[in-house]
């Protein structure tokens, strides 16, 4: 049983491996756009904090506008954090469709740079 436990892992780790390795290689040449869409929430956090944070709503503070930010951008979308203003609406908006372009582009990026698995 530990035998094949060994096996198994060694086995998923040679996987692990060759997706990662396989994911770099595919960002290899797509650089600027992963760096930049890893700012965008960043940026975006600032432009939410100067829009938001001084309107007496639930976003009070730069680190709430990027936590806004990062959970509209992943589509979860807990509400406990909400734009009041209608500028910071748009701006939601807009990390909602980020979000979604950066999810597709990774999912195209895997099933692009994925080959024949190693055996």
């Given amino acids: 049983m530990i035998r094949r436990l060994l096996e198994d892992w060694r086995r998923y780790r040679i996987y692990w491996k060759w997706a990662f ?3 770099v290689r595919g960002i290899d040449g797509h650089w600027p756009v992963f ?3 890893l700012l965008f929430p ?3 956090g600032v432009l939410m904090c100067l829009v938001e944070c001084h309107k007496g709503g639930s976003i009070r503070t730069y ?3 990027v936590y806004t930010t990062w959970i ?3 589509t ?3 509400g406990d954090y909400v734009p009041i203003t209608r500028l910071g609406q748009v701006i939601a908006c807009l990390d909602a469709l980020v979000g979604l372009v950066i999810v597709g582009l ?3 990026l895997l099933t ?3 080959g024949d698995p190693p055996t």
Wanted: no cysteine.
């Fill in 63 to 65: 680190w709430d506008a």
């Fill in 112 to 114: 692009r740079s994925l």
């Fill in 72 to 74: 509209t951008m992943s």
């Fill in 21 to 23: 390795q396989s994911l």
């Fill in 42 to 44: 960043w940026i975006s």
């Fill in 76 to 78: 979860v979308g807990y």
């Fill in 106 to 108: 990774i999912v195209w």
């Fill in 35 to 37: 760096v930049t869409l």
